[in-house]
């Protein structure tokens, strides 16, 4: 079953809690220096969310999830655990997914932060991986079948000959943080449904440098590149409106997308 929010009330908790997701990663930005730690980094996030915001980060105890956020660094995919060990340094990439609950709703973003200064290569697979999320959001509106999106994804990623992650999909969000439906960000030939106005989902395209094929790490959670190639993902919480979309998390560097 797939939930629709059309109350304006609804739509408004969506909104705020969309905005505090949104917030956590701008808030973040400054602290991703060479030296710092994943777990300083989920410590920083977890205060920020809880005591400035008032919200709750819907990582923590997710299906027993230890964190409050994701950081997955280089060839980690998704899901990677914040730990002390893990220390950024110079020309790493680093990605941060934080979902944040709220008065009964959710929201679910992430992005890129390069450590340092970045490497050519790595600064374009971001720009690819960041861009196929755009592309898809410039899509979205009543009617449109979800196949073209993963179909727009992947043909985008591949054109520019990077590999889009197959096995991790983006999902239905609202009341809980993963609903149907599974978006796919791969073509299928399934023409999938139509949208319709108040769905709400995400879109978190992962982007490999070569090989799409993951694996899961022993701790049950970090997922890596099968040939530790680099990944990079951008993710995004919208809202279909009557006559396009509504990014419930979008960041004030990112306010040109909401005017295209
Ligand atoms: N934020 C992730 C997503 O995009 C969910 C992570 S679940 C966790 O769907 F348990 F790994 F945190
Ligand atoms: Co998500
Ligand atoms: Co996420």
Not at 221 to 229: F, L, N, Q, R
Not at 231 to 248: I, K, N, R
Request: with cysteine; glycine share 6%.
């Amino acid at each position: 079953m797939i939930n629709l929010i059309t109350n304006k009330e609804d739509i408004q908790k969506m909104r705020i809690v969309g905005k505090i997701s949104a917030r956590v990663l701008e808030f973040i930005h400054p602290y991703i220096q060479p030296g710092i730690s994943t777990e300083e980094i989920d410590n920083i996030c977890h205060d920020y969310i809880t005591k400035n915001m008032r919200a709750f980060p819907a990582c923590l105890n997710y299906h027993g999830f230890p964190k409050s956020i994701c950081t997955s660094i280089n060839d980690v995919i998704c899901h990677g655990i914040p730990n002390k060990y893990d220390i950024l340094k110079d020309k790493d990439i680093i990605n941060v997914d934080v979902a944040v609950f709220k008065d009964g709703f959710y929201s679910d973003t992430s992005k890129m932060f390069f450590v340092g200064k970045p490497n050519k290569n790595s600064e374009f697979l971001c720009k690819v991986a960041q861009l196929s999320l755009y592309l898809a959001i410039k899509l979205i509106k009543p009617g449109l079948r979800l196949r073209s999106i993963g179909k727009t994804i992947q043909e985008f990623v591949e054109k520019n000959h990077f590999s889009v992650v197959k096995e991790y999909c983006g999902h239905g969000i609202g009341r809980s943080l993963h609903e149907d439906p599974p978006i796919l960000h791969y073509d299928t030939d399934d023409k999938g449904i139509k949208l319709k106005k108040g769905m709400i989902f995400t879109i978190e395209p992962m982007v490999n440098s070569g090989s799409s094929k993951s694996k899961l790490m022993k701790d049950g959670w970090t997922v890596k590149t099968i040939d530790e190639s680099l990944s990079a993902q951008y993710e995004h919480t919208v809202l279909v409106t009557e006559d396009g979309c509504e990014v419930l998390t979008l960041r004030e560097e990112e306010s040109f997308l909401q005017e295209l």
